[in-house]
């Protein structure tokens, strides 16, 4: 009985602090789960940006190379060539896209766990209600190992 009284508190201690580790701490099945919401939130985001950067690509080889693109931005600007009559209408802003955008910035989200120690002390504290609570269920026990010679 001694024995059981000691041991028991001990595996269920170290089973509560398994358990909590196992789903709850750093590493937990919480955490990872989180951690992999956010790595496919990042690679949508990812996506969404390399996208964006084919199109402004595209865009700046039209610019660079391109004649007719790099005349009709110099007429959104106001230049014109030899020759050459522009009509400005009042209220007309123009075809071209100045809204252009590089992406947005994305806050990474840590995982919420709880700490290592905090499954340590509750696998401490549960094992330690567990000894009270087989040191108080069988009260006489001790007392009876006690006079046997345990």
Known sequence: MKRFRIVVPILV???????MSFYAGPRGIRAMHQLENEKTRLSVHLASLNET???????????????DTISIYAH???????????????????GIDRDLMAGEPIIVK???????????LLGLVTGGMTFFAIL???????????????
């Open 76 to 94: 959104e600007l106001g230049y014109v060539s030899e020759g050459e009559q522009l009509i400005k209408l009042a209220g007309f802003s123009g």
């Open 136 to 150: 108080f269920s069988f009260p006489g026990a001790y007392h009876d190992n006690r006079k046997k010679g345990f």
């Open 13 to 19: 201690g170290t089973l509560v602090y398994s358990l």
């Open 53 to 67: 950067n084919t199109d402004l690509n595209s865009r700046l080889q039209n610019l660079t190379a391109d004649p």
């Open 110 to 120: 840590k995982p919420d766990f709880l700490p290592e120690w905090i499954c340590k």
